[in-house]
């Protein structure tokens, strides 16, 4: 059952238009945190698999990896950090820019000359 039939059938049962739309907004939270959770696990899964296939990390050696890729994701949903800034550490430290493409994430490494002209959110790097 779809979120719009369950707050037609609670209007139809003649609940308060309040009620509903404060169960709509719970239900849609529900279902986008669903969603996120399961991005994330895919996420975690894939970089396991590569992990091991790409450079031969064994269970211990990707625990261990998982563990801290956790932890950062679990900073990085702290409301006091800035996203942008995480993505500029990212930049500063290695020249790897990590940005949504559509369906896809884009994945670039700049040169030294485009590390020290690069803002995220401007268009010429591309």
């Known amino acids: 059952m779809t979120i719009s039939e369950v707050t037609g059938y609670l209007?139809?049962?003649?609940?308060?238009?309040?009620?509903?739309?404060?169960?709509?907004?719970?239900?849609?939270?529900?279902?986008?945190?669903?969603?996120?959770?399961i991005q994330y696990d895919r996420i975690l899964t894939g970089?396991?698999?590569?992990?091991?296939?790409?450079?031969?990390?064994?269970?211990?050696?990707?625990?261990?990896?998982?563990?801290?890729?956790?932890?950062?994701?679990?900073?990085?949903?702290?409301?006091d950090n800035d996203w942008n800034k995480t993505m500029e550490r990212l930049r500063e430290e290695t020249g790897i820019i990590i940005r949504s493409g559509g369906d896809r994430?884009?994945?670039?490494?700049?040169?030294?000359?485009?590390?020290?002209?690069y803002k995220y959110g401007s268009e010429n790097h591309e």
């Open 11 to 37: 209007a139809r049962k003649g609940i308060p238009k309040q009620m509903i739309r404060e169960i709509r907004m719970a239900l849609t939270y529900d279902a986008v945190q669903q969603s996120k959770d």
């Open 47 to 79: 970089v396991a698999i590569v992990l091991r296939k790409e450079f031969g990390f064994g269970e211990k050696r990707i625990m261990r990896a998982l563990e801290a890729l956790n932890a950062e994701y679990e900073s990085i949903l702290d409301p």
């Open 105 to 117: 994430l884009v994945v670039e490494c700049l040169t030294d000359e485009e590390k020290l002209n």
